[in-house]
């Protein structure tokens, strides 16, 4: 039963970050949990570029996700769709009643500025989402270049999902003017799921204030107001958040520029293998993700029966395509605690792998 994951979230768990979430459950209104908490603030701030406080959501991003659109839609908002998850925030705008329109892109193309640029200037709108790394096609837009066209509508408040980039590459909320920044516990954090991080800023604070409707959970008044006594509005994930605290620790003595060089060296190394193999990279050429790579599935392989092997004979799982891009693609995450020493052990048992059914096509 025991394998190891290389899909794009969850990822694998380090048994330190495991042993760290047995520490014993402390009272979330007690004077210990407000040391864990305001021990942990200043290096996410660091983590996320930001002066801003950073909040705690126990749920899947998901829900920060949708809660954001509560806190800060008024007129309208526009949502950048080029996969999955940047489609399905379209969705979850109209179930949550909002007007919304989407900016619609192929799945693996990057958001373009200049047609961003176009749609804002249409003046319909007060908010944006937009998704800088899609991990269901490995595609991950120029976020500096959409953040400065974002700018020139100082009335749109941006929602940015850095859920499965945060902590892989630096992302600076305050400098770029990120208003909401949203990450999640399981993809480049490595950490289980179920604790969503986010940091908000003063202007968008400001605008949900003034919105009816926000709701409870998610209400970014009630994790500012929480946030300025060192706690969450209701009872959080303490076991995830000793996840989190011994996970900053490893962050910090790693050192965040050299964690960077290696998810990219990671990254790279994966890229390398498969292209020499034949298969091609499936988001747009520059447009490749840091954390993951999304390959073309060029050689036709049977993706189901390589991860059955893969799993069986060496103990690993990649990711055999995402929603429409089952069979047709696959994704392999370098997020996390990996090195150069595990992800060479994947590419060395999917070489067997690959060789193996090779085999098998060419007897049967
Ligand atoms: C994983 C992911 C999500 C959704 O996260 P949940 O934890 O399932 O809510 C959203 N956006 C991106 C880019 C993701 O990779």
Known sequence: MSYKLFIPGPIAVSEKTLRAMTQPMIGHRSPDFVALYQSIQPD????????DAVY????????????????????????????AFADKWLDVAQRCGLAASGLRFEWGQPIDPAMLRMELATGQ???????????????????????????????????VDTISSFS?????????GIDVMITGSQKALALPPGLSIFSVSKRALTRAATITGRGYYFDF??????????????????????????????????????RYARHARLNQLVRTWALAKGFQLFPAAGYGSVTLNCFANTLKVDLSALNKLLKAKHGFVIDGGYGKLKGLAFRISNMGDETDETMTALLTALDAVLAELAATKALG
């Not at 659109?69 to 949502?79: G, H, I, S």
């Not at 800088?132 to 929602?159: K, Q, W, Y």
């Not at 300025?228 to 000793?242: D, V």
Request: aromatic fraction near 6%; include cysteine; charge should be negative.
């Open 44 to 51: 996410l701030q660091a983590l996320f570029y930001t002066q």
């Open 56 to 83: 705690l959501s126990t749920s899947s991003a998901w829900g920060v996700m949708e809660g954001s659109l509560r806190n800060v839609v008024k007129k309208k908002v526009l949502c950048c769709m080029n996969g």
């Open 168 to 176: 892989a590459l630096p992302i600076k909320k305050d400098e770029l």
């Open 221 to 258: 008044i009630e994790f500012q107001k929480n946030h300025e006594n060192g706690m969450t509005p209701s009872t959080p994930t303490i076991s995830l958040i000793y996840a989190l605290q011994s996970k900053l620790a490893d962050i910090k003595a790693e050192g965040a520029t050299v």
């Open 125 to 159: 709108y007060d908010a944006i989402t937009l998704i800088h790394n899609e991990t269901s096609c490995g595609c991950m837009s120029d976020l500096p270049a959409l953040m400065a066209v974002i700018r020139e509508f100082p009335e749109v408040i941006s929602i």
